[in-house]
């Protein structure tokens, strides 16, 4: 880091603000008595486990580097209530490395209390129970597990990070698995330095402003010469955070990632400037980021060469194209079929795209660049879009944060319209995204800016159509026909599944009767083509199982819901399905022989939020056969936290519906 000249810079002294006492944390850390064992706060009392308190706090200091570090620390209690808790025991501390540098750990203190005889009996964590490991190149983790954990026990640990990284001041989580009764986080930074504090999430922390005089002694290293002293006089502006009784955040089904909800306050280093100097600006803006990548011989710089080494091959994979859209599509097809993606979470080249055309193998990013780079040798404009996956989060759209980003795509415009390309799968189809790339807002990289652009899960329409046919056969049984065509998603997830072989999932679909049935002339249409829907369709025979003189038959066969989705009582954050959806089912059957029609069920049309969403199920009896139409349809993919009751009781009622059973009675 380029460190500017303290020499020069002095800071005048301000007069501090006086801010109003805040309510103080209700434990006092390092001792512990018997009346601190009963939680006399209100919880979720199926919690494994509560965190008493959380502190945390942050400040920067003067070093002896010629330049600043963070302190940071942390002391945190828990009480332990069943085994389901103990994992709680379990401590992990990421530190940063960069080159010889490194954050380092220091002052741990760790103890498990448990009564014995009504009195608190101490166990200290032993140091050499401390485990590092070496995560990647820029990442360790320190482990440890606190001792003589048991129901019932308290423990409670503390520790400091020193980190010369300005750049890594560390945010705060106010929300985990657990409920916590108290949160604080604190930080103080010198008026010369600049953060974005960016606040996630649905709490509403309590928050504390200050300021007071400080000085920073900083000792500018003189190599051969004697060390130089340099001591500054600055204001440094504190806030202070706190949350208490803050319920645990559980991970509900269709969620992208609960990263993105959990109540949080993080930073970003933005730049500095010293009295009498001029600003220095780290975090820079959208355009300058699309310029620097552009630069990097890692992103964009194989782009703007002519890579003369693709002449021949690239004649022969568009050999007979007689468009722009169809040599795009040969060539996309031909990544896609011959490049294997080792790590789908990457952001940046490790090789280069001629080592990952050779080698035929690459990250996401070697992959998509290596198509923009095959597509404009070919005179197709293309350029390379920055994304997060819906598992890593959300991306800043307001700052040009990098790191919030860990996937490549390529953007191709033909004839004025654009096409979204992934060759990292062998599943993908041509101008089709995996549903993981659905995750908002994303940048489209030129060598002039960095543009927004939005991939939006609500823009995906899924359709998924099945026929069932039942008639009664000469053996006094009933045999029938399934057909049914899945939407490009659906289509997706099962070629991924299966992986090109069909045997293994018609054995599925034949347990999932639900009664014994024989399956054949069954097989997957287009199952090796991504750009096709796949339509699964296969015969069937069964001999009805009467229970008496009675004999229930469920019409939906194993298709429709089995359960509700949705079965917590209440949501935090929002419902994220991948996708919009419109699944319609069809049956015609005739009535078995030596039956007649006891009891249908009633038929039914419900429609969700007004326009949002429907469900109909209508059935009818026309002589000797029965015909059902059943249609669950969702017209966006996802559902605000408010809408979350109704979304559930909608759901509640298909499974009710889809679960009736036809009536039929012997003659």
Same mark, same amino acid.
């Given at each position: 880091?380029?460190?500017?000249?303290?020499?020069?810079?002095?800071?005048?002294?301000?007069?501090?603000?006086?801010?109003?006492?805040?309510?103080?944390?209700?434990?006092?850390? +390092?001792?512990?008595?018997?009346?601190?064992?009963?939680?006399?706060?209100?919880?979720?009392?199926?919690?494994?486990?509560?965190?008493?308190?959380?502190?945390?706090?942050?400040?920067?200091?003067?070093?002896?580097?010629?330049?600043?570090?963070?302190?940071?620390?942390?002391?945190?209690?828990?009480?332990?209530?069943?085994?389901? =808790?103990?994992?709680?025991?379990? *401590?992990? !501390?990421?530190?940063?490395?960069?080159?010889?540098?490194?954050?380092?750990?220091?002052?741990?203190?760790?103890?498990?209390?448990?009564?014995?005889?009504?009195?608190?009996?101490?166990?200290?964590?032993?140091?050499?129970?401390?485990?590092?490991?070496?995560?990647?190149?820029?990442?360790?983790?320190?482990?440890?597990?606190?001792?003589?954990?048991?129901? +019932?026990?308290?423990?409670?640990?503390?520790?400091?990070?020193?980190?010369?990284?300005?750049?890594?001041?560390?945010?705060?989580?106010?929300?985990?698995?657990?409920?916590?009764?108290?949160?604080?986080?604190?930080?103080?930074?010198?008026?010369?330095?600049?953060?974005?504090?960016?606040?996630?999430?649905?709490?509403?922390?309590? *928050?504390?402003?200050?300021?007071?005089?400080?000085?920073?002694?900083?000792?500018?290293? $003189?190599?051969?010469?004697?060390?130089?002293?340099?001591?500054?006089? =600055?204001?440094?502006?504190?806030?202070?955070?706190?949350?208490?009784?803050?319920?645990?955040?559980?991970?509900?089904?269709?969620?992208?990632?609960?990263?993105?909800? !959990?109540?949080?306050?993080?930073?970003?280093?933005?730049?500095?400037?010293?009295? $009498?100097?001029?600003?220095?600006?780290?975090? $820079?803006?959208?355009?300058?980021? =699309?310029?620097?990548?552009?630069?990097?011989?890692?992103?964009?710089?194989?782009?703007?060469?002519?890579?003369?080494?693709?002449?021949?091959?690239?004649?022969?994979?568009?050999?007979?194209?007689?468009?722009?859209?169809?040599?795009?599509?040969?060539?996309?097809?031909?990544?896609?079929?011959?490049?294997?993606?080792?790590?789908?979470?990457?952001?940046?080249?490790?090789? $280069? !795209?001629?080592?990952?055309?050779?080698?035929?193998?690459?990250?996401?990013?070697?992959?998509?660049?290596?198509?923009?780079?095959?597509?404009?040798?070919?005179?197709?404009?293309?350029?390379?879009?920055?994304?997060?996956?819906?598992?890593?989060?959300?991306?800043?759209?307001?700052?040009?944060?990098?790191?919030?980003?860990?996937?490549?795509?390529?953007?191709?415009?033909?004839?004025?319209?654009?096409?979204?390309?992934?060759?990292?799968?062998?599943?993908?189809?041509?101008?089709?995204?995996?549903?993981?790339?659905?995750?908002?807002?994303?940048?489209?990289?030129?060598?002039?800016?960095?543009?927004?652009?939005?991939?939006?899960?609500?823009?995906?329409?899924?359709?998924?159509?099945?026929?069932?046919?039942?008639?009664?056969?000469?053996?006094?049984?009933?045999?029938?026909?399934?057909?049914?065509?899945?939407?490009?998603?659906?289509?997706?997830?099962?070629?991924?599944?299966?992986? =090109?072989?069909?045997?293994?999932?018609?054995?599925?679909?034949?347990?999932?009767?639900?009664?014994?049935?024989?399956?054949?002339?069954?097989?997957?249409?287009?199952?090796?083509?991504?750009?096709?829907?796949?339509?699964?369709?296969?015969?069937?025979?069964?001999?009805?199982?009467?229970?008496?003189?009675?004999?229930?038959?469920?019409?939906?066969?194993?298709? +429709?819901?089995?359960?509700?989705?949705?079965?917590?009582?209440?949501?935090?954050?929002?419902?994220?399905?991948?996708?919009?959806?419109?699944?319609?089912?069809?049956?015609?059957?005739?009535?078995?022989?030596?039956?007649?029609?006891?009891?249908?069920?009633?038929?039914?049309?419900?429609?969700?939020?007004?326009?949002?969403?429907?469900?109909?199920?209508?059935?009818?009896?026309?002589?000797?056969?029965?015909?059902?139409?059943?249609?669950?349809?969702?017209?966006?993919?996802?559902?605000?936290?408010?809408?979350?009751?109704?979304?559930?009781?909608?759901?509640?009622?298909?499974?009710?519906?889809?679960?009736?059973?036809?009536?039929?009675?012997?003659?």
């Amino acid at each position: 880091m380029n460190r500017p000249s303290l020499l020069v810079a002095v800071l005048l002294g301000c007069t501090c603000m006086t801010v109003s006492a805040q309510t103080k944390a209700p434990v006092k850390f +390092g001792k512990i008595a018997a009346e601190d064992f009963v939680i006399k706060q209100p919880y979720d009392t199926g919690a494994e486990a509560v965190v008493i308190a959380d502190i945390g706090s942050t400040v920067i200091q003067g070093n002896a580097k010629g330049w600043f570090s963070l302190l940071y620390k942390r002391t945190t209690r828990i009480k332990i209530l069943n085994k389901k =808790g103990f994992d709680a025991a379990k *401590v992990e !501390i990421g530190l940063q490395t960069q080159g010889n540098a490194e954050e380092k750990l220091e002052d741990v203190r760790a103890y498990t209390y448990n009564l014995e005889n009504g009195k608190p009996v101490e166990t200290k964590l032993d140091a050499a129970s401390i485990f590092k490991e070496q995560v990647n190149k820029n990442y360790r983790e320190f482990k440890f597990t606190m001792p003589a954990v048991k129901e +019932g026990s308290l423990i409670e640990y503390s520790y400091t990070i020193k980190s010369d990284f300005i750049s890594n001041l560390r945010g705060w989580f106010f929300q985990s698995e657990y409920p916590c009764l108290w949160s604080e986080y604190e930080v103080g930074i010198p008026d010369f330095l600049n953060y974005v504090t960016i606040g996630q999430g649905f709490l509403t922390p309590e *928050v504390n402003t200050g300021a007071y005089n400080a000085n920073f002694r900083v000792i500018l290293p $003189g190599g051969a010469d004697r060390d130089e002293v340099v001591n500054l006089d =600055g204001v440094v502006n504190t806030r202070r955070w706190v949350v208490k009784n803050i319920p645990a955040l559980k991970t509900e089904g269709y969620t992208t990632t609960v990263k993105n909800y !959990i109540g949080a306050v993080n930073f970003q280093f933005s730049g500095y400037q010293f009295r $009498g100097g001029i600003p220095h600006d780290f975090m $820079g803006n959208w355009q300058l980021l =699309g310029e620097k990548l552009m630069k990097r011989e890692d992103f964009g710089v194989a782009l703007f060469k002519n890579n003369n080494w693709l002449d021949d091959d690239l004649k022969t994979i568009t050999n007979g194209a007689a468009s722009k859209l169809d040599k795009a599509r040969k060539i996309f097809v031909f990544v896609r079929d011959n490049v294997t993606c080792t790590d789908h979470t990457a952001l940046l080249m490790e090789t $280069g !795209i001629k080592d990952c055309y050779k080698k035929h193998s690459g990250n996401v990013a070697e992959i998509n660049l290596l198509l923009a780079a095959m597509l404009r040798h070919e005179g197709i404009t293309a350029d390379p879009v920055l994304l997060s996956t819906r598992e890593h989060g959300f991306t800043n759209e307001l700052y040009p944060l990098l790191d919030r980003f860990n996937y490549v795509i390529c953007r191709a415009t033909i004839d004025n319209q654009e096409y979204d390309l992934d060759a990292s799968s062998p599943y993908n189809g041509f101008a089709k995204l995996p549903t993981a790339c659905f995750n908002g807002h994303g940048r489209l990289i030129t060598s002039e800016n960095a543009l927004p652009v939005y991939y939006m899960a609500d823009s995906l329409k899924e359709q998924k159509i099945t026929s069932v046919f039942i008639s009664n056969d000469e053996k006094a049984g009933l045999s029938g026909s399934f057909k049914s065509q899945l939407g490009y998603y659906e289509s997706l997830e099962l070629r991924e599944k299966l992986k =090109g072989e069909a045997a293994a999932h018609l054995k599925q679909i034949k347990n999932s009767f639900g009664f014994e049935a024989d399956i054949i002339n069954g097989g997957i249409d287009s199952l090796k083509q991504p750009d096709m829907p796949a339509t699964v369709h296969y015969d069937f025979a069964f001999t009805p199982a009467a229970e008496g003189q009675v004999m229930y038959f469920n019409p939906m066969l194993s298709e +429709g819901y089995k359960k509700n989705p949705f079965m917590s009582a209440e949501r935090q954050y929002p419902v994220e399905m991948p996708y919009a959806m419109d699944e319609t089912y069809l049956l015609n059957m005739e009535v078995p022989n030596g039956y007649t029609v006891e009891e249908l069920p009633k038929s039914t049309r419900v429609a969700f939020n007004d326009d949002e969403g429907s469900f109909e199920y209508l059935v009818q009896q026309s002589g000797e056969s029965i015909q059902l139409r059943c249609r669950v349809r969702l017209n966006k993919a996802t559902f605000l936290p408010e809408d979350y009751s109704s979304l559930r009781d909608f759901f509640a009622f298909v499974v009710k519906k889809q679960n009736e059973q036809i009536v039929f009675k012997k003659k």
